[in-house]
């Protein structure tokens, strides 16, 4: 079937959004939505993104003083889109099982395992809200901070209650993984499942000092280019390679020829020609410091197992080596690295937005 070219092309995954002052998201900050006395409480507010029957929920916390919480699902007041206050599923996460990095047990009618869960439908809008089960403590419910956040648009945001009334955090892109009851997770548009920034610093002498994306597309195309987020601080390379370590594509990031100076930033460029790729086969496009000057990757550590919430999934995942030696991946690490997709396989018919998203582009 003949090649057919998309209009304005296709970043995929999508460059990630500005989300710090200075532009780079070099060091992007945390806002801490704390709970701190009783009555506190914090809720995420979520757009269904398919059928089935909801399981887990997980986020990134701080704790000051433990306490046991109580996570619970709950509908939406749709007159001021927040949490109804009646509570139709819970779990119980005991003071010493929070941590950096919490997880629910399955959220049932009962808190337990032979509870009833809930069953949901692709579009419904829900609240997942953290209290206190009982005595305060002090804990925070964690997200990243945004000076952009109102150029983001979602289906997510952070909303906290002081004991009186809710307040709706509007600078807050939020942080958390929703897992159905059969372990799977789908993309929720401004719910990050990125917890912490994991950005390596590597000159030519490093081990390792070859990082980058690993790619397996879900159909065939042709790619013009590539985006990344690094801080090119000495001539770099990066390589578009085939499943045997073959380049099929390399361009030079000159230090010079770059308006971020000594910062990091992102970089938009083009192949010399594009390069098609065949669904299911395993792709890798890799940064390489030219010198021994460091060079930084821009990355992400995801929440463990949920990349599938991530955009692209875990058919995108880190990879990395030294030298010519072989290949380490790793599906909770996502780099800030992506493709241009300026053709798909099919017909004209066929390759609109809305085709190209059903058939796993996204």
Known sequence: MAFT????????????????????????????????????????IVRIPKTGTLGKFSFRAQVTTGADIKVSFQDVDAANGVPDGT??????????????????????????????????????????????????GSVAARGW???????????????????????????VVPIGALEYDDGS??????????QAMNSPSYGSGASPNEYGLKFTPPVNCKVAGFWVSANIAGDATVTLYDANTTALATKVLDKDITPHGASAGSYFVFFD?????TAGSVYRLALKPNTTTAITLQRWNLLTGTSDQYPGGSALTDTRRTGSGAWTDDVDIRPFMGFYISEIEGSTAQVTQEGVINRGIN
Request: aromatic content about 8%; hydrophobic content about 35%; glycine content about 10%.
């Open 5 to 44: 070219a998309i209009k304005s092309g296709i970043w995929y995954p999508r460059p990630f959004e500005q989300l710090n002052a200075s532009g780079n998201n070099t060091s992007i900050p945390l806002t801490d939505l704390a709970m701190t006395a009783s009555g506190h409480k914090v809720a995420w």
């Open 87 to 136: 509570i139709d599923q819970y779990r119980v996460i005991a003071s010493g099982s929070i941590g950096s990095t919490p997880k629910t047990g399955l959220i049932t009618s009962d808190g337990t395992d032979g509870g009833t869960k809930r069953s949901v439908a692709r579009g419904d809008l829900m609240a997942i809200v953290v209290e206190w089960n009982s005595s305060a």
């Open 145 to 171: 901070t945004s000076f952009n956040r109102s150029s983001m648009v979602g289906g997510c945001y952070n909303a906290t209650y002081n004991g009186t009334a809710w307040s709706k955090s509007a600078n």
């Open 185 to 194: 997770y789908a993309l929720i548009p401004d719910l990050l499942t990125a």
């Open 273 to 277: 020609s594009d390069v098609q790729l």
